[in-house]
């Protein structure tokens, strides 16, 4: 049973560029969550996603960021007009609502770099 | 608003040590989820244990124990008898509930080094 995806691993992107990360949850899991971790911090909550539902956006900043989780394919977390601040790694989590704890299983990052 | 605090930024220890790592807590939350999570050198995640608020009772698993106390709001967890590959960063984390679901808040982590 693959885990969760997340591509790509490594991402370089120059100032004012587009960058796109995608997720592809475990098998069965209808539910998504990104997170940032900044160089040196923990992880901040973004925004969860159920397919083709925004659930929670309140981590995201307000603008350049959008996410998407479509009925069919990967959750993609676009970053628009990527800024030197925007350097970090980028954690999908998936989880499955069939009756609670939901266990968040994560993948293993994309690391972004804007030089 | 929720918050986990990790008061340790970094610890070494010489292996075969016995070290705890600190986590507190706050919540208004009466139902909520602690949790570890281990990050080696690589960069992943890994999920070491999840916990709920009704159950105090300490786990052991193998060489890592945690201790829940509520009337403290802490979670802290212990790794005895360290080993080199110890060496990682860990974080506590907390759960807060949107619309059935968890969004964890994560503390600051703790830098632990396993010295040979």
């Known amino acids: 049973n693959a885990g969760v995806m997340q591509n790509p691993r490594h991402l370089v992107r120059r100032r004012g560029q587009e960058a796109r990360l995608r997720c592809s949850p475990m098998k069965g899991h209808s539910h998504v969550y990104w997170y940032r971790q900044l160089p040196e911090e923990g992880l901040k909550f973004m925004v969860y996603l159920q397919k083709e539902n925004i659930i929670d956006e309140s981590g995201m900043p307000k603008e350049r960021f959008s996410a998407e989780f479509p009925k069919e394919g990967p959750s993609i977390l676009r970053i628009q007009q990527v800024v030197r601040g925007d350097s970090a790694a980028y954690f999908c989590a998936s989880s499955t609502m069939q009756g609670g704890p939901y266990e968040q299983y994560f993948g293993p990052g994309t690391r972004l770099t804007v030089t | 608003a929720q918050k986990v605090t990790q008061a340790q930024t970094e610890i070494s220890v010489v292996e075969k040590e016995d070290v705890t790592l600190d986590c507190v807590y706050e919540t208004r939350d009466t139902t909520y989820y602690l949790f570890w999570y281990k990050q080696p050198p690589s960069g992943e995640l890994v999920f070491l244990i999840r916990?709920?608020?009704?159950?105090?009772q300490n786990e052991i698993s193998g060489r890592y124990s945690w201790n829940f106390q509520k009337s403290t709001s802490s979670f802290n967890f212990t790794i005895t008898a360290s080993q080199v590959v110890d060496s990682a960063v860990y974080f506590c984390?907390?759960?807060?509930?949107?619309?059935?679901?968890?969004?964890?808040?994560f503390g600051q982590g703790t830098r632990l080094t396993i010295n040979p």
């Open positions: 984390a907390l759960s807060e509930a949107i619309q059935g679901a968890q969004k964890l808040v």
């Open positions: 916990r709920n608020s009704f159950d105090e």
